[in-house]
């Protein structure tokens, strides 16, 4: 303390320097072993004893105090939870991307519009798929007709083969072949019809939108269908009967052989005829879907968060998705998987009504985390509004950044706020258990030795080390199972402060926690 002052030390040398001068006067001796570079020597050692006194001194004279923080074992509900962070999602969005290239047009809604599932968006015009369309329905035709021309060809080698037999089972047969090629061909025509029918509307839809219903359209192609099935019955009723009918000219020998053989050559083609009008009509199905894919609908209610085109634009290339949330990823790459989707995308259309968070939990506390836990979320953007909420899954995948496993929980809120948006940041805070009436105190109260926990007990002014066992803990507060019991004063802080008797200096040293617990108080005890 002494060697900081720098004027008592100069003090000290020069008047030292005046005494050994006025011995040196009086005493000769004195003189000789003051002389040369041992006056230094000695000088420096009688400083150094009076310094290491005068400390000594400072010591003896100055006092210290220790003073504690204390507060009182309460009884009641302490409450255990983890936190993690995300972003708010949705779990119903539309992505539209359209796979028909061609030019918007008709385009009526804008970002912020509430659409209606079913509800026409806009319209792709497409030259090319109209030709496509026009090319595989005449096609199909074709085939139709080249099957219908077999159909007649066969029906007359069969009046050939029937004039030649007089057998009456023969005639009945081939009377009732007749009446089942008629049935097939009257199929045929009525499958046309409803196609051209179906073709109509949509030609019409497509010329100018709105003005043929979803029910019309929808009720033409039905017809179609039913047409569809009633050609499948008349074709096997047709090879029923044609059955039947080979049958009879069995019995009845082989005097009409050419006849037969005739008969035999039409039946195969008809059967490559046939396979010919398959083939045509599941190419012209596939066209007339992608074909209706021009007119672009919502397939969910909801909100045009995201709108990227506009009339007059080309599109094309992508396809449109509806997805439900079933995150597998933390929430950062939900986000930017999200992100990219949206930029990418002619239009998001997000049910916000599905709104929840999706965050991130650490490996260490995942297992503390249930279904149907109670939540509190807050958000960055939005600093005076908290929601409530429950856990509603969570990913059994984890994933690791940075050599840091997280796992993506799901939560439901409990009532939405238009305040909220897709994408926000959000802090969650998951109750993971609740106790009632138990023992705790402030967690800076427990102090830890190997695997051994104690506290500081204050009674009667005298401080004494007490063994506990603890139970769940929060950032504030730990429950005490036992060792404790309710009312004991246990210490919190410990403040230690030197002061020196001088009033030149002082120096004081303390330590701290993290908060004075519930009855807390302050005791000063010299001395321990």
């Known amino acids: 303390m002494l060697l900081k002052n720098n004027t008592v030390l100069e003090r000290t040398v020069f008047m030292f320097k005046k005494v050994f001068t006025s011995i040196k006067s009086f005493c000769p001796k004195l003189k000789i072993i003051f002389s040369g570079r041992r006056k230094y020597f000695i000088i420096g050692i009688i400083i150094i004893l009076i310094t290491s006194g005068g400390y000594y001194y400072y010591k003896k004279n100055s006092s210290s105090k220790t003073q504690y923080q204390t507060e009182t074992v309460q009884k009641g509900m302490i409450t255990s939870s983890v936190s993690g962070s995300g972003n708010m999602t949705v779990d119903q969005e539309e992505s539209i991307k359209p796979t028909v290239s061609g030019t918007v047009s008709n385009l009526k809604v804008s970002v912020g519009d509430q659409v209606e599932k079913g509800q026409f968006l806009f319209y792709i015009e497409s030259p090319e798929t ?4 026009t090319k595989s329905y ?6 139709v007709q ?14 050939n083969l029937s004039q030649t037999n007089q057998n009456t089972e023969v005639t009945k047969a081939a009377s009732s072949l007749l009446q089942a090629e008629q049935s097939l061909e009257s199929a045929y025509t009525s499958l046309l019809q409803a196609n051209s029918d179906y073709n109509k509307l949509i030609e019409k839809d497509d010329t100018t ?19 569809s099935i009633a050609l499948k019955a008349a074709r096997q009723n047709y090879i029923d009967t044609q059955a039947s009918y080979n049958q009879a000219l069995a019995n009845s020998g082989i005097n009409q052989e050419i006849a037969q053989q005739q008969l035999v050559s039409s039946q195969a083609a008809i059967d490559t005829a046939q396979l010919n009008v398959d083939a045509a009509l599941a190419s012209y199905n596939n066209e007339k879907t992608q074909a209706s894919k021009r007119t672009v609908r919502a397939s969910i209610s909801g909100m045009v968060t995201t709108l990227n085109i506009k009339n007059g634009d080309t599109v094309g290339g992508s396809s449109s998705s509806s997805t439900s949330s079933t995150s597998t990823s933390t929430s950062s790459s939900t986000s930017a998987s999200s992100s990219s989707s949206s930029s990418s995308a002619s239009m998001v259309i997000d049910d916000l009504s599905t709104l929840k968070a999706s965050v991130a939990i650490n490996e260490a506390d995942i297992s503390k ?9 807050t958000f960055d953007a939005i600093t005076d509004l908290t929601l409530t909420g429950k856990v509603e899954k969570i990913n059994q995948t984890g994933t690791n950044s940075q050599n840091v496993i997280t796992y993506n929980v799901t939560i439901g809120i409990d009532e939405l706020n238009l305040k909220v948006k897709p994408q926000m940041n959000v802090s969650a805070e998951i109750v993971t258990e609740v106790k009632q009436n138990v023992l705790y ?12 926990h104690y506290v500081q007990i204050m009674k009667d002014s005298l401080v004494t080390e007490q063994s506990v066992e603890v139970g769940i803990s929060n950032d504030t507060d730990i429950e005490v ?7 004991d004063t246990v210490i919190t802080q410990t403040v230690t402060t030197d002061t ?13 926690s993290n908060r004075s617990g519930p009855g807390g108080g302050s005791l000063g005890i010299p001395g321990l």
């Open 441 to 452: 105190i402030s967690a800076s109260a427990v102090k830890t030795s190997g695997n051994t």
């Open 146 to 159: 080249s099957l219908q021309n077999a159909q007649t060809q066969y029906l007359q080698n069969q009046l």
């Open 209 to 227: 939108p709105g003005s043929v219903t979803t029910t019309e359209i929808t009720i033409a192609d039905e017809k179609a269908e039913i047409a």
């Open 481 to 487: 199972t036992s060792g404790l019991s309710e009312g």
């Open 130 to 133: 109209d030709i496509s369309l």
């Open 369 to 377: 985390v249930q279904k149907g836990q109670k939540t509190t979320l």
């Open 138 to 143: 005449a096609s199909y035709t074709q085939a």
């Open 500 to 512: 020196a008797k001088s009033s030149s200096s002082s120096s004081s040293k303390s330590s701290s």
